[in-house]
Structure formats: structure tokens, C-alpha cells
């Protein structure tokens, strides 16, 4: 099924921001079309969307506003399209197994807690939420009510903790940066996932996949 594109106000001052390519690839990263072609492919409900960028460093490569990929985003997010494709394959593919094989029910709705946002990390450098290739993910609810908390469940016990930790641990593996309520205080209620150059997995379980890749000796996040 073709996703349902609703276009939003595109003005011509934004028109350099749709110009970029959104992802890399075997053979060079793939034109803005042929990006919201791979959108049109999968399920996702989005919409193109306009991004006032404050700054050069806050420009999204094919802004999209996702309402829904394997489940619904509540609330819609705005990230790059590269970055909406690789969340539809690993929601689709890891966290809606994950959930099955935990609760034995489907994930009806992400909570996500932030997307795109135009700001810096303590360090001082600009954080990925300010080009679209992260998000923060604050719960689920699944179909069948359970609701589950980063906040809540990632200390405690039973499903709700193995299914988080899991996912987070899968995502680490899939993602640059991971960061959950191990990492800091910033992170006590949600798990910050990024596509950015730099590679940590946040959680004590877990090592980094390659530690070599960790070349600073802290990448945390703004929030
Ligand atoms: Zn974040």
C-alpha cells in the first residue's frame, strides 16, 4: 500500500532544504525523490514538511512529518527522510516483534517525547534532534492496553523492563547513538536514538559494538 502523502505549505525560501540527498547507500546517497519514493513503498503515513531552520546547522536533509509507520506516533515527529526510513524498518521489524514476543500483542502507539529540534548538547556541539536523525522514544501502548514507561518500567521488572532493555540493546545495534535511564539524568524517561557519526550504546548491560568508533569521551544529549 502507497503511503498517504498530504502535502504542507512548501514555500519557495525552503526550497534548499528539499535539494539534499537523505541517506547514504551502496552507490551514493539517494536523491530527496528517490527517498520519498522508498517512503511511498512502506506503510508510513507522513507528510513533507517545512522546517524554519534558525541556523545552517539546523537544516533537515527532506524534512517529513511521520504520524505513523509500523504503529502510530502520538505525537506526529519531524525527522529526515533517511532517518523516517531506517525507524519504519526497525519499529516494523524489531519493536513490533519485540513486543509480540513479550506481551503476544502488537504495538498500537510510540509515545515519542522529541524529533527534530534546533539546539545544542551541553558540549557544546549541535545535537542530531537539530538535522532530523533522532528521536526520543517515551513509551508504548499496546493493543491490548499495557502501557509501557521508559520512566516507569525501565528500573523495574517482569516484561516491561526485558522488552525495553531489549529494545534498546537492539537498537544499539542498529543505530550510532543510544542513551536510556543508564546513561544520565537527562535520560530518566526516554531512550534517545540517533543515526549520527558517532557510536555509543547507553546502557549498562550493554557494551558499545565497537568502542573504537567512540573517538569522544562523552556524547550525551541535550534533553
Ligand atoms: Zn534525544
Given at each position: 500500500?502507497?503511503?498517504?502523502?498530504?502535502?504542507?505549505?512548501?514555500?519557495?525560501?525552503?526550497?534548499?532544504?528539499w535539494?539534499?540527498?537523505?541517506?547514504?547507500?551502496?552507490?551514493g546517497?539517494?536523491?530527496?525523490?528517490?527517498c520519498?519514493?522508498?517512503?511511498?513503498?512502506t506503510?508510513?503515513?507522513?507528510?513533507?514538511?517545512?522546517?524554519?531552520?534558525?541556523?545552517s546547522?539546523?537544516?533537515?536533509?527532506?524534512p517529513?512529518?511521520?504520524?505513523?509507520?509500523?504503529?502510530?506516533?502520538?505525537?506526529?515527529?519531524?525527522?529526515?527522510?533517511?532517518?523516517?526510513?531506517r525507524?519504519?524498518?526497525?519499529?516494523?521489524?524489531?519493536?513490533?516483534?519485540?513486543?509480540?514476543?513479550h506481551?503476544?500483542s502488537?504495538?498500537?502507539?510510540?509515545r515519542?517525547?522529541?524529533?527534530?529540534?534546533?539546539?545544542?548538547?551541553?558540549s557544546g556541539?549541535?545535537?542530531?534532534?537539530?538535522s532530523?536523525?533522532?528521536?526520543?522514544?517515551g513509551?508504548?501502548e499496546?493493543?491490548?492496553?499495557?502501557?509501557?514507561?521508559?520512566?516507569?518500567?525501565?528500573?523495574?521488572?517482569?516484561?516491561?523492563?526485558?522488552?525495553?532493555?531489549?529494545?534498546?540493546?537492539?537498537?544499539?545495534?542498529?543505530?550510532?547513538?543510544?542513551?536510556?535511564?543508564?546513561?544520565?539524568?537527562?535520560?530518566?524517561?526516554?531512550?534517545?536514538i540517533?543515526?549520527?557519526?558517532?557510536k555509543?550504546?547507553?546502557?549498562?548491560?550493554?557494551?558499545?559494538?565497537?568502542?573504537?568508533l567512540?573517538?569522544?569521551?562523552?556524547?550525551?544529549?541535550?534533553?
Amino acid at each position: 500500500m502507497s503511503a498517504r502523502r498530504a502535502w504542507t505549505g512548501i514555500a519557495l525560501a525552503s526550497a534548499t532544504l528539499w535539494l539534499a540527498a537523505c541517506g547514504g547507500g551502496p552507490s551514493g546517497p539517494p536523491s530527496s525523490a528517490e527517498c520519498l519514493a522508498s517512503l511511498d513503498r512502506t506503510d508510513m503515513v507522513y507528510s513533507q514538511a517545512k522546517v524554519e531552520a534558525r541556523s545552517s546547522s539546523c537544516v533537515i536533509d527532506t524534512p517529513v512529518r511521520v504520524t505513523k509507520t509500523a504503529m502510530s506516533w502520538k505525537p506526529a515527529g519531524t525527522v529526515a527522510c533517511g532517518f523516517a526510513l531506517r525507524l519504519d524498518t526497525f519499529l516494523r521489524d524489531t519493536a513490533e516483534p519485540l513486543a509480540r514476543e513479550h506481551f503476544g500483542s502488537s504495538i498500537r502507539t510510540m509515545r515519542e517525547f522529541g524529533t527534530y529540534s534546533c539546539k545544542r548538547m551541553p558540549s557544546g556541539r549541535w545535537s542530531e534532534h537539530a538535522s532530523g536523525r533522532a528521536i526520543d522514544v517515551g513509551g508504548f501502548e499496546l493493543e491490548n492496553g499495557t502501557y509501557i514507561s521508559v520512566e516507569k518500567d525501565w528500573h523495574g521488572g517482569g516484561a516491561k523492563r526485558a522488552f525495553l532493555h531489549d529494545l534498546a540493546r537492539a537498537a544499539c545495534r542498529d543505530f550510532s547513538v543510544v542513551l536510556t535511564p543508564d546513561a544520565d539524568h537527562d535520560h530518566y524517561n526516554h531512550i534517545h536514538i540517533d543515526a549520527g557519526r558517532y557510536k555509543k550504546c547507553g546502557m549498562k548491560s550493554a557494551k558499545s559494538p565497537d568502542p573504537r568508533l567512540e573517538t569522544e569521551a562523552r556524547v550525551a544529549d541535550a534533553e
